[in-house]
């Protein structure tokens, strides 16, 4: 059993910038593609970002050019730094490892709050 934790939320001001951590425990492979989504209240879980297991990334059109995910294998970890945040970025973001089909992933995190402020 895979257990993701996040850190690295928090409140910023627009324009600002963080840096999101997804710790993985467990089976976690190289072969594994990870992802970032996030929800707003009151609307769907929405992928953000992914990477599969040779680097190859994508992301959703609203945080092209703004965010960047990266993973480092030999610390099973997934990052998603996050710069020009704007007020609609404000979500819970969660980690998720190990696609299995569209938006199905094997294991997900509790998420972590970030919000930005105007």
């Known amino acids: 059993q895979v257990q993701l934790v996040e850190s690295g939320g928090g409140l910023v001001q627009a324009g600002g910038s963080l840096r999101l951590s997804c710790a993985a425990s467990?089976?976690?492979?190289?072969?594994?593609?990870m992802a970032w989504y996030r929800q707003a209240p009151g609307k769907q879980r929405d992928l953000v970002a992914r990477?599969?297991?040779?680097?190859?990334?994508s992301y959703a059109d609203s945080v092209k050019g703004r965010f960047t995910i990266s993973r480092d294998n030999a610390k099973n970890t997934v990052y998603l730094q996050m710069n020009s945040l704007k007020p609609e970025d404000t979500a819970v973001y969660y980690c998720?490892?190990?696609?299995?089909?569209?938006?199905?992933?094997?294991?997900w995190g509790q998420g972590t709050q970030v919000t930005v402020s105007s």
């Open positions: 467990g089976s976690i492979f190289r072969g594994d593609t």
């Open positions: 990477i599969e297991s040779g680097g190859v990334t």
């Open positions: 998720a490892a190990r696609r299995l089909g569209p938006n199905i992933y094997a294991s």
